[in-house]
């Protein structure tokens, strides 16, 4: 499909500038699909990851849409699972609407009220919201919703996981039953299925690769090391790195991720951290010195990673194996973004042995098991053209077969 040109969508020229100012030759598979739906006012559910240009896919026809009439008024509304993930469609619906006279605004929770009320009252067309904060705003009478046009939910599977379902079901209530209403998740379970049967209207469906796809350019790594043993292989890979890549570790905790910045800190590393146990401050300086290349290494839970938009991440390292493996798919969703190429690395302890199967049923492929030279595990997996008949297997025989896997 590489024919179609963002001209050939029929967007207007001061979206066509735009685009062409980011560096867009041509549109990504998401958005050749999915910005034709959208200009023709179809509801729309995509199944499409982070890095696949989902933000412009939505954004797009949106601008399309209000640029010929703003009104200063709520045109178009943006649900997201993360403040973060709010800065960063705020920033692609500045920089893609830099040339309409369109006003975007976002909301989200952990900081005063004030400015985001002043922002909504002087009237805005687009806001971006988290759902918690968006509640409160409309309850305290600050959000005119009369003349909203346009509802995206971003990330659905990811607001759902956050729990913010009964919150995302109440703002439904308050919105006008007409209108063009677009979903997108990197995955669509039974939650984000219903969730799109109430809020949508005969959607036409999108579907980026298969749904349980990460991108082609992503190589999957996975390292066999002891639990105590992380940090130091990890420190010694890291060492390993080219100079200017940025590396993304994700940790299942806050509490694991300040102790693992401790810990490389111990061995010289530059590293920042990130989580939702921080100030938005600490948050907002952790990112820009990951931005800025001051710190290359950035630790961060899953929460606090949604919606970091850092070109450059050369690795993804998961520090602990997921127990949902679609998080996998989201974490590695970081590199190789637009085409490039990245690493996916994933240090796996005994353990997390299962899990990391479950990983590989849902990619569809299985990889090598491999060691770092002195950090080599007490117990050796199994490689998968040494377990063809796993599987088959489910449950505890499995774990019975597996905890007998070969000893050094
Ligand atoms: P998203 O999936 O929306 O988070 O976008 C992922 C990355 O791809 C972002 O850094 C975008 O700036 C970039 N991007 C979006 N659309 C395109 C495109 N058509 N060509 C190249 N890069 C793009």
């Not at 009320?117 to 600050?142: M, S």
């Not at 729990?163 to 209108?179: H, M």
């Amino acid at each position: 499909m590489t024919d179609v040109s963002f001209e050939s969508l029929g967007l207007a020229p001061e979206l066509l500038r735009a685009v062409a100012e980011q560096g867009y030759s041509e549109p990504t598979p998401v958005q050749q699909e999915a910005i034709p739906l959208g200009l023709a006012g179809r509801d729309v559910v995509g199944s499409a990851q982070t890095g696949t240009g989902k933000t412009a896919a939505f954004l797009l026809p949106i601008l399309q849409r209000i640029r010929e009439k703003p009104r200063g008024s709520l045109r178009a509304l943006i649900l997201v699972p993360t403040r973060e993930l709010a800065e960063q469609v705020l920033l692609c619906a500045k920089d893609y609407g830099r040339h309409c006279k369109t006003k975007a605004a976002a909301v989200y929770g952990g900081v005063a009220l004030g400015p985001q009320t002043r922002a909504l009252r002087a009237g805005v067309d687009i806001v971006v919201a988290t759902p918690g904060r968006l509640l409160d705003h409309i309850q305290r009478g600050h959000v005119d919703s009369s003349n909203l046009e346009v509802l995206v939910l971003d990330e659905a599977d990811r607001m759902l996981d956050m729990g913010f379902a009964p919150d995302v079901n109440r703002i439904l209530d308050t919105l006008p039953a007409v209108r063009q209403t677009m979903l997108f998740s990197a995955t669509i379970s039974g939650d984000v299925d219903r969730l799109a049967r109430r809020a949508l209207n005969r959607p036409a469906e999108v579907k980026i690769g298969r749904r349980t796809a990460t991108a082609d350019g992503v190589q999957h790594v996975l390292v066999a090391v002891d639990k105590p043993e992380k940090w130091r292989a990890l420190s010694r890979l890291l060492q390993e790195l080219p100079d200017g890549g940025r590396t993304l570790v994700f940790t299942r905790t806050k509490h694991g991720a300040d102790r693992l910045a401790r810990q490389l800190r111990t061995e010289g590393t530059r590293v920042a951290a990130m989580h939702g146990g921080k100030t938005q401050q600490l948050r907002d300086k952790a990112l820009n010195h990951f931005k800025e290349g001051k710190a290359p290494i950035l630790i961060a839970t899953d929460v606090a990673a949604r919606g970091i938009d850092v070109d450059n991440i050369v690795m993804v390292v998961n520090y602990d194996v997921p127990a949902d493996p679609e998080v996998y798919i989201h974490r590695v969703g970081r590199t190789a973004r637009a085409g490039a190429n990245g690493v996916a690395l994933t240090l796996m302890s005994p353990d997390e042995w299962l899990l990391m199967t479950d990983v590989e049923k849902l990619i569809g492929t299985s990889f090598p098991r491999e060691t770092v030279p002195g950090f080599e595990p007490a117990i050796e997996p199994m490689q998968p053209w040494e377990r063809p008949e796993l599987a088959r297997q489910q449950g505890p025989s499995v774990r019975a077969r597996r905890g007998g896997a070969r000893r050094r």
